[in-house]
């Protein structure tokens, strides 16, 4: 699981979370690759239950190939 750093609810300043996920059809898909749907995770507040923040596991496949490819070349050279 990917560590954020959230201490407190903006809402109801509850300190406790629990992480959920939507799959199926409330998955993401990227803007022009509809065949890479990922699922969306979210970290919600135990005690009110708002959705603090959301995220997917692995953003590079929403783009092409084409963009993908370029974007994994470019983290390469600049390490
Ligand atoms: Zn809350």
Do not use: D
């Not at 799959?23 to 009110?48: D, K, T």
């Not at 959705?51 to 994994?72: D, G, I, N």
């Amino acid at each position: 699981m990917k560590q954020f750093n959230i201490k407190q609810c903006r809402i109801c300043g509850g300190t406790e979370f629990v992480k959920g996920v939507q799959e199926f059809h409330g998955s993401i898909l990227g803007e022009n690759e509809w065949a890479a749907g990922q699922p969306l995770y979210h970290i919600l507040c135990l005690n009110c239950g708002s959705v603090l923040h959301s995220y997917v596991e692995h953003p590079t496949s929403l783009l092409t190939r084409k963009h993908r490819e370029q974007y994994e070349q470019a983290r390469k050279e600049n390490k």
